[in-house]
């Protein structure tokens, strides 16, 4: 298994999940969660091709951690997504104490916590307490050109 070390490294990964995604038809967001280096859950977005909204891939990343008995490693794992969370995802984020979210590009009017929507940043929920820290941009411009593609094949 290839070790992978940097904020690069790992939305490399978010971005081969993404591809898959948008292989379905459905948005290129891949998103995965590490705790310690090792990656312990994974997503890729599949909500139009499930017709089930939930099916964002930090929500399927979330699922597969729990189903691999890593919920207790939540709070401590860092998500990556090539995408900003919505405020759903958001809500899940928060409501699972994730410390660390990376991202690659920004979602407009539904964005955790670019938009006035801003789940993933409020404190206005005190049992959430403070929120994760985020760090926005990484590979932006290779998120963005999925993104496009999607974006093309809905014409």
């Not at 939305?11 to 290129?28: I, Q, R, T």
Request: glycine share 8%.
């Amino acid at each position: 298994m290839m070790t992978i070390k940097t904020h690069s490294d790992y939305m490399e990964y978010c971005l081969v999940l993404a591809e898959k995604a948008l292989s379905n038809g459905n948005p290129p967001v891949g998103a995965i969660l590490v705790y310690r280096n090792e990656v312990i859950g994974e997503g890729i977005e599949s909500g139009k091709s499930t017709s089930d909204i939930t099916n964002h891939a930090e929500i399927n990343a979330i699922r597969n951690a729990i189903q691999k008995g890593k919920v207790d490693f939540l709070s401590d794992s860092i998500m990556y997504t090539t995408h900003e969370p919505c405020i759903m995802c958001s809500y899940v984020i928060r409501h699972h104490k994730i410390s660390k979210i990376v991202f690659g590009t920004e979602v407009q009017f539904v964005g955790g916590c670019t938009s006035k929507l801003n789940v993933l940043t409020t404190d206005a929920v005190p049992k959430w307490g403070t929120g994760p820290e985020i760090i926005k941009g990484v590979l932006k411009d290779r998120c963005d050109i999925l993104s496009k593609k999607f974006e093309n094949s809905l014409k």
